[in-house]
Nanobody, 121 residues
């Protein structure tokens, strides 16, 4: 059983900052890419940022220069530091991890339950 648990969402004013976290636990052999996706009101889920286990990162154009993804591989955690937040950043942010549960398994995607981020004055 694998669990991804997000924390740190909330309400923030435009221009503000927020840091969200995700912890992976359970039967984990190894983790590859970890990332953050979001789904805004009436929108499809989209990739926000991702990081390989080696630290190679990828960002959506809309958040480049404002958001920073980081990982603590020893603790199976991933973080998203969000600065200069805009109302269009509002949405449910989901943690994703591509991981193997044992030596014989392939990489499989796991998802957290989501954390709400609302940017509003």
């Amino acid at each position: 059983q694998v669990q991804l648990v997000e924390s740190g969402g909330g309400l923030v004013q435009p221009g503000g900052s927020l840091r969200i976290s995700c912890a992976a636990s359970g039967s984990i052999f190894s983790i590859g890419t970890m990332g953050w996706y979001r789904q805004g009101p009436g929108k499809q889920r989209e990739l926000v940022a991702a990081s390989t286990s080696g630290g190679i990162t990828n960002y959506a154009d809309s958040v480049k220069g404002r958001f920073t993804i980081s990982r603590d591989n020893a603790k199976n955690r991933v973080y998203l530091q969000m600065n200069s937040l805009k109302p269009e950043d509002t949405g449910v942010y989901y943690c994703n991890a591509r991981l193997r549960v044992d030596y014989f398994s392939n990489y499989v995607d796991f998802w957290g339950q989501g954390t709400q981020v609302t940017v509003s004055s």
